[in-house]
């Protein structure tokens, strides 16, 4: 199993998380040429209140967000819009942590008239590829970023979500 999800909210069970989490997490992996057996990724399923406080711990901004990332190890690419190095095998299988917010995500899913489970598989792919070094402060890391996104969620059958 990819992915260990602690669900703090209970309504991230009726929506199917766990499943949800899994299938974009390994789509993700395997599209980049990582093996989904050889990772891990831990999940904390989360409301708005949680994640104000892991946003103000960890970035210095106490308020609600989407899904938030800790990668294990930083991968970032050194040359904007360059393609972070892949995690090495036999190293700790961890591959960081996400937090997802169910509130924050069900606000935008109906704001945008996307399903909510489309929402979700997007921010896990997203989530995932912060991990694995994929960033979009530099516009040309977002570009990247987003086509990779994008692809993998057409695998998936999400429509784009940019």
Excluded at 23 to 30: E, H, P, Q, S
């Amino acid at each position: 199993m990819l992915s260990e999800v602690i669900i703090e909210d209970g309504r991230w069970q009726a929506v199917g998380l766990e499943e949800l989490v899994e299938r974009a997490g390994r789509a993700t992996l395997l599209h980049v040429g990582l093996d989904p057996d050889e990772w891990e990724i831990s999940i904390l399923a989360c409301n708005d209140t949680r994640i104000s406080e892991l946003n103000g711990d960890f970035r210095d901004k106490p308020q609600a967000t989407n899904v938030l990332s800790w990668p294990n190890q930083e991968r970032a690419a050194a040359d904007p819009g360059a393609t972070p190095p892949p995690p090495m095998r036999g190293q700790d299988p961890e591959l960081g942590d996400i937090a997802i917010a169910y509130d924050y995500c069900n606000r935008e899913a109906e704001q945008s008239g996307t399903p909510f489970s489309d929402h979700v598989t997007h921010l896990i792919v997203h989530a995932v590829l912060h991990l694995l070094g994929y960033d979009h402060v530099r516009d040309q890391d977002a570009t990247l970023m987003e086509t990779i996104e994008t692809a993998i969620l057409g695998k998936l059958g999400v429509p784009d979500p940019y």
